[in-house]
């Protein structure tokens, strides 16, 4: 234990301590952002729905900018530390801002400036590195960041637990912005002394191994970076494939459809939650952290678990047992909110929480690989790129549909509806052609071949050796 321990220090590299910091206040402010919509600003749930779908609408244009900038411009480091200095600065910002409306804006702009650096952050490792140490460097990386995230927001639920009764729980809530917003800057001076330079190349490799590697994003918001890795998307050569009878297969586009209607019941579950928790269960703000402590923890911890289990059960069998936990875990809470309307047990939400957690890794793995198995070689990278869209889209449409539902219907329907579309979801997935299934069949169909073309063969030879012995000219003396 002592020496793998030692091993995996040994192969982290310096500027990773940047990106575990930037994680660590983006982590915080998960959290505290839905909090200060409800207790700074006195906003309900319908806000916080406009807020998020705006926010990840920027961030999906905004990923398209920069990733084509970064290209254009020949360098990665400079978009890391932008990325990691704007949010710092709209943090600050935050702490200091007097309407809903600011707040959304310095959301928006954070956003779009985060993804400046996340879509170039996988390409700093690839191109600074020999192409065999790519899966561990990157999973590393990712390692840093998740630790980074769930750091955040431990500090968020020491610092709502301490502060309140010292400073009141506004004054905390934006000193806490605040104190994010100068790890914002500390992380972008750690940019600028420690990533190295690195030319920028386009890498021609299968990248299977390393989506598994990237897989390790711990949020479901705001974190859909584009696998700039793979493809710079396209729109006008997406919709070709999707029309064209030799673009996308039938199975993949109905993949496709299912992970959209997927995208949007995790959305109307999961934009609404901490509301939830802090308006209708009227949980302290340090609670609200605690249980989102818990969800983080179990995603870290259930990542190795998942992707073993998806080499061994196969990606679909994966994909469909994640997406039945959490069809159940979102219906539970409607029936129980439509019948008691109070917060549920300790023990029961911390379970509830961890549940959610464990399960996000295997839908989130089995997906990505899913994608990466059902599209053709010529358009897999296509494919991928178009996966992030699409769970960028579908974030985008639960932000104004659960905020909407939750507003007028409230909690109970819009968590109905969010086990609803899973179970739609599932309905379409089961037409989804199975990708192991169909590659033992064509093994199958090879083995026959090439035992056909055994025996021609074998024949062929002891029909030549027959006709070479018949010959009376060619007889041995």
Avoid at 14 to 25: E, I, K, P, Q, S
Avoid at 41 to 47: A, E, I, L, T
Avoid at 438 to 451: G, H, K
Wanted: aromatic share 12%.
């Amino acid at each position: 234990m002592v020496r793998a321990l030692r091993s995996w220090w040994h192969d982290i590299e310096r500027w990773y301590v940047a990106v575990g910091l930037a994680n660590l206040a983006l982590g915080t402010s998960s959290v505290l952002i839905p909090l200060s919509v409800s207790k700074v600003f006195g906003h309900s749930v319908g806000s916080l729905g406009v807020l998020v779908s705006l926010v990840s609408l920027v961030g999906v244009l905004g990923s398209l900018v920069w990733g084509r900038l970064s290209d254009a411009a020949h360098r990665r480091k400079p978009f890391i530390i932008l990325g990691y200095a704007a949010s710092g600065l709209c943090f600050l910002g935050v702490s200091l801002a007097q309407s809903f409306l600011q707040l959304m804006i310095l959301n928006m702009l954070l956003n779009f400036f985060w993804v400046a650096n996340a879509s170039v952050t996988i390409l700093i490792v690839v191109e600074n590195s020999d192409e065999g140490s790519w899966e561990r460097k990157i999973s590393h990386l990712n390692q840093i960041g998740a630790l980074g995230w769930v750091l955040g927001l431990a500090v968020g639920s020491l610092w709502m637990q301490w502060m309140p009764p010292v400073l009141g729980e506004l004054t905390a809530i934006r000193v806490l912005f605040w104190a994010m917003g100068l790890i914002g800057l500390v992380a972008s001076l750690l940019a600028v002394l420690m990533i190295p330079r690195t030319v920028p190349q386009f890498t021609q490799r299968k990248f299977r191994g390393i989506l598994l590697a990237m897989g390790n994003f711990i949020s479901e918001r705001a974190r859909f970076a584009p696998l700039h890795l793979y493809h710079r998307l396209h729109p006008k050569r997406v919709i070709a494939q999707l029309r064209r009878p030799e673009g996308f297969r039938p199975g993949t586009k109905l993949f496709f459809l299912s992970t959209l209607i997927a995208f949007v019941a995790l959305g109307f579950f999961g934009i609404p939650l901490p509301l939830l928790l802090s308006q209708k269960f009227g949980l302290p703000s340090s609670s609200v952290f605690f249980f989102f402590l818990m969800q983080h923890a179990g995603i870290v911890l259930a990542y190795p678990f998942a992707s073993r289990r998806i080499r061994k059960s196969g990606n679909r069998y994966v994909q469909m047992g994640s997406l039945w936990m959490r069809m159940l875990l979102f219906g539970g809470f409607a029936v129980y909110l439509a019948f008691f309307g109070e917060a549920p047990p300790l023990a029961v939400l911390i379970a509830a929480f961890i549940v959610y957690g464990i399960t996000w890794p295997y839908f989130q793995l089995s997906g990505i690989a899913l994608t990466s198995r059902l599209a053709s070689e010529e358009n897999r990278g296509l494919a991928l790129g178009l996966y992030n869209a699409i769970a960028g889209t579908g974030w985008i449409l639960a932000g104004l549909g659960s905020g909407l539902v939750a507003g007028r219907a409230g909690y109970p329907m819009t968590f109905a509806i969010a086990g609803g579309l899973l179970v739609l979801s599932l309905a379409i997935l089961l037409f989804v052609p199975d990708p192991a299934a169909e590659s033992t069949a064509r093994q199958a169909e090879r083995i026959p071949l090439r035992q056909v073309r055994l025996g021609t063969a074998i024949h062929g030879t002891l029909r030549a050796r027959a006709s070479h012995r018949s010959r009376p000219d060619l007889k041995r003396p």
